[in-house]
């Protein structure tokens, strides 16, 4: 047993020696006069940076959409695996590709439960080699009742696609 937890330890230091995990998030807020259309998505999310092209990571987020005098607050939980695959000076570009469990309840209706699964587009700025700032546009996937009933099958390049954010690597 002291064996195994030594090995364990000894694990765990190797992993975070040169550890590159980070920390961040994004957020979203869109609002529409005409139909009187506002969302608001914040998201925060952890990762580790397995090497310079791949990322795992995952975000926790919370939304909320009113119009109309109707409202409706969705929780989401997404974990994904990041694809840097282009990288000159401080621009990077990426693809975060993964899936998502939402559930959202839409004022004097039932709680819904939805999914996607897909890939999103992003480009990261780094700043320093500690903080980036990241944008991600649009989604090319499945979704099926995510975050109060959105659903889409191929690509979507909507105003709630849009996304900013930062992350901080440690």
Avoid at 56 to 70: I, K, T
Avoid at 89 to 99: C, N, P, Q
Avoid at 101 to 128: H, M, Y
Wanted: hydrophobic share 40%; charged share 15%; aromatic share 18%.
């Amino acid at each position: 047993m002291k064996r195994f937890f030594f090995l364990l330890c000894m694990a765990f230091c190797l992993l975070t020696a040169k550890a590159q995990f980070y920390a961040g998030g994004s957020f979203a807020f869109t609002h529409d006069d005409n139909s009187d259309l506002t969302t608001f998505m914040i998201a925060p999310e952890i990762g580790y940076n397995l090497n310079d092209q791949w990322s795992v990571a995952a975000e926790l987020g919370f939304s909320h959409y009113s119009a109309h005098d109707v409202s409706a607050n969705a929780f989401h939980f997404a974990p994904y695996a990041r694809w840097n695959f282009f990288s000159k000076g401080i621009v990077r570009l990426f693809l975060d590709g993964g899936m998502g469990i939402s559930t959202s309840k839409i004022e004097d209706q039932d709680r819904d439960n939805g999914f996607e699964i897909g890939i999103k587009p992003g480009i990261a700025l780094d700043l320093n080699q500690h903080f980036s700032f990241i944008t991600k546009y649009g989604f090319v996937g499945f979704r099926d009742n995510y975050r109060y009933n959105n659903s889409v099958s191929g690509i979507s390049a909507s105003s709630e696609d849009l996304s900013f954010g930062f992350i901080y690597t440690f």
